[in-house]
């Protein structure tokens, strides 16, 4: 038996597994974050950081019809040299990043949840000037994507 078969076959073990133990995916209905699917209005930034970072909540939580939540981000960034040369040269950079959020209640004001995720993300700088600038914005999408998906972690660790 060939190892891809073998390892289908594990993966569909566990996930019968699962079922026969009472194992619910989170935001099915009667899951334990089903409450945000689909009723967290994002207040981002406008920022390209805040525009990634919202785009990507939204598409995990969903677009709320009638919300009865809502988030609001505070993203901040700062490069890091990672590497330098003996002549000083920096070749390496990491893009730090953190996001504080917080959900609100829209019918009592009342915060409900909120948390600070933190990540970071590298690109090379030894390029030219423009292939350099390229790589700073794709570190800052990368970095806004991974931000937007530790808060989803969190929010469902919480919940």
């Not at 209905?29 to 981002?44: R, S």
């Not at 209640?105 to 995720?117: R, S, Y």
């Amino acid at each position: 038996m060939s190892s891809d078969r073998l390892s289908r076959r594990a993966a569909l073990f566990a996930v019968l597994g699962l079922a026969g133990c009472g194992f619910v995916p989170a935001f099915a209905p009667g899951g334990t974050a089903a409450k945000w699917q689909n009723a967290v209005i994002v207040d981002a930034p406008d920022t390209t950081m805040g525009f990634r970072m919202g785009a990507r909540l939204r598409e995990t939580l969903g677009a709320p019809a009638a919300a009865r939540f809502a988030m609001t981000i505070a993203p901040q960034t700062a490069p890091v040299p990672a590497t330098i040369t003996e002549e000083g040269d920096i070749t390496r950079l990491n893009l730090t990043g953190n996001a504080a959020w917080q959900i609100k209640d829209l019918a009592t004001g009342m915060v409900v949840e909120e948390g600070l995720v933190q990540t970071f993300t590298s690109y090379s700088a030894t390029g030219s000037t423009v292939a350099t600038q390229a790589a700073e914005t794709d570190a800052l999408e990368r970095l806004s994507v991974a931000l937007a998906d530790l808060i989803v972690q969190q929010l469902l660790t919480a919940s």
